[in-house]
């Protein structure tokens, strides 16, 4: 399978401070739904802005496709790179939602007369069709970030970051954009690769795989149930496990494996039969 | 130092075009309690307690803030008083971070408020203890922490000013787990010293490990005034109609209770929870399926 980003010997630091990351590798396949954890200050928000070259190694190299990220690349990389951020405000630019998405595809070149459609289909993605004439400031957090990925949509990345997108929101806003990108992975399936940075164990566990990051080293790469039985390992990491398997370790027996909660409700259902 | 909101209105706009956002408000935020305030985006949370320190005036009632009274008619030169001794602390408060260090950050606060340099110094210093910023930290631009980092210095900053009562919007969001747990921890040494906290949350575990008294909002008026173990106790189409989680261990224990289990109390932990399970199956008697087997759970 072809890897959307390769990371090899990655070296990076902020300047006057040790190096984050020291000779860091990551591949990350194409179509993989992938989960990056962390504590603040880990370093999951600067690993994605390598990828995204907002930010340039020391040495090492990062690919995109196979193509490696230099100055001439990067234009062609960060139009298969789409990202959404944790603050909505600081995303928008359009006067309404639909300028808001018109925004980046002028900046693509693409002919006025596509755009209606092509916002029209992208909104409609998300579930923001209804709102594409109301100004971004009247929206709530999460249909924010849902037009923030209609915008990153419109441009058609093959990879979409998200660098912990839902800890602004409420629990609604939180499950709505959550939904849309199991809707969106369902409907591109392989030809979508997500990247989802978070510390909500909840959002984790919707990845194919997650990796644990700790002072700019991989300190997991597993499926998510097989992470989350680790209770010591989190806690040691900074990190919670979730309620499920906290409970499940609380009980003087139970399965040994990842229950999710309702299938520990139901396995614990039967023991009172 | 209490806060009393008596009949309170708000709305922006006058005559046709008036949007009322508070409709008829009347509570008691007690001295030196933890109050939550929850409800769903819009229901008026945010607008409430902006009206705690006079930020916003009241359109009709009035809120009384230790002996001030704060009416639609009270004079900006009245609210300075008012706003000293109800601290804010805004969401994602490091987005206010200004100065060129951490220390003069902290520092603008007092100094705002009457201190000189000397004093502001002092308090300011004394904030960044109590919220864990070590000093080899002090004279680094706020801008070169860690987002945890700067959500504490902003802390600092309303705490130095000394308020009698702090009001907190979603202070832990964002936060890592570590992160949280230090934040909650602060709520309760400020409640510790006495001083009274209000909380805005989404986060109802927080809500029931830590508030005396917890305030729904919806559309714009109070659901409910009620102590946490008596509110969650409400059956759950209560929650779903005014868009609120449960806490985890009680949406779990309710789910249970279908399948007959029974709760003497509201389980507070997982730990509470676990143990309320433990003595209601024979666990002698439970046997693995082999499909669930798989070995030593610590490997």
């Given amino acids: 399978m072809t890897n959307a980003i390769t990371i090899n010997n990655l070296t990076y630091g902020y300047p006057d401070q040790d190096p984050l990351f020291h000779d860091f590798d990551l591949e990350v396949q194409e179509g993989q739904w992938l989960s990056i954890v962390g504590h603040n200050g880990s370093g999951k928000s600067t690993l994605a802005k390598l990828i995204l070259g907002l930010l340039e190694a020391n040495s090492g190299t990062i690919s995109i496709f196979g193509q490696q990220l230099t100055i001439e690349t990067l234009a062609e990389a960060r139009a298969q790179v789409g990202m959404v951020f944790q603050n909505p405000d600081n995303q928008f630019v359009g006067a309404t939602v639909a300028d808001d998405v018109a925004f980046g595809l002028e900046n693509r070149q693409v002919p006025s007369e596509e755009m209606p459609k092509m916002i029209e289909a992208v909104l409609q993605q998300v579930g923001m069709a209804d709102f594409a004439d109301r100004e971004p400031h009247t929206l709530s957090g999460g249909q924010k970030q849902r037009v923030a990925l209609a915008s990153v949509l419109a441009l058609k990345p093959k990879v979409i970051i998200l660098d912990e997108a839902t800890a602004m929101l409420d629990p609604a806003g939180k499950s709505a954009v959550l939904q849309t990108l199991k809707d969106l992975k369902n409907q591109y399936q392989d030809q979508l690769t997500l990247i989802v940075i978070t510390h909500d164990m909840a959002e984790a566990a919707l990845a194919d795989r997650v990796v644990v990051i700790n002072d700019g080293q991989l300190a997991f790469d597993q499926r998510p149930q097989d992470l989350f039985v680790q209770g010591q390992a989190l806690k040691e990491l900074g990190l919670d496990q979730p309620f499920e398997s906290q409970l499940s370790q609380a009980l003087p027996k139970a399965p040994n494996q990842y229950l999710t909660k309702q299938e520990l409700a139901a396995w614990l259902s039967t023991l009172k039969d | ?299």
């Fill in chain 2, 1 to 299: 130092m209490a806060i009393n909101i008596e009949g309170l209105s708000f709305h922006y706009g006058a005559g046709k075009n008036a949007k009322q956002i508070l409709d008829d408000i009347n509570l008691t935020v007690e001295a030196g309690q933890i109050t939550a305030i929850v409800g769903q985006t819009g229901s008026g949370k945010s607008t409430l307690v902006q009206h705690l320190n006079a930020l916003l005036l009241p359109s009709g009632g009035q809120v009384v803030v230790g002996d001030q009274v704060v009416t639609s008619k009270t004079k900006e030169k009245a609210l300075g008083p008012v706003r000293a001794q109800v601290g804010m602390v805004f969401q994602f408060p490091e987005n206010q971070l200004f100065a060129s260090t951490v220390l003069e950050d902290v520092m603008y606060g007092p100094k705002n408020f009457g201190k000189n340099d000397e004093e502001a110094e002092a308090l300011a210093k004394e904030a960044l203890i109590q919220v864990g910023m070590k000093e080899e930290f002090w004279q680094h631009s706020p801008f070169d922490l860690s987002g945890g980092q700067m959500r504490r210095v902003a802390l600092a900053g309303v705490l130095a000013m000394d308020p009698q009562a702090m009001v907190f919007d979603e202070p832990a969001a964002g936060l890592d787990p570590k992160g949280q747990e230090e934040l909650l921890d602060l709520l309760q040494e400020l409640k510790a010293a006495q001083k009274t906290v209000v909380l805005i949350s989404h986060q109802m575990d927080q809500v029931l490990a830590l508030a005396d008294q917890v305030v729904v909002m919806q559309d714009g008026r109070v659901a409910a005034i009620e102590a946490p173990d008596q509110l969650f106790l409400r059956d759950r189409q209560w929650f779903l109609d005014h868009a609120l989680d449960l806490p985890e261990p009680v949406a779990f224990a309710k789910d249970l209770e279908d399948h007959g289990y029974h709760f003497d109390h509201l389980p507070k932990s997982v730990t509470d929870l676990a143990e309320q399970i433990k003595c209601q199956v024979d666990w002698d008697r439970v046997t693995m399926p082999n499909s669930l087997t798989g070995g030593d759970r610590d490997e």
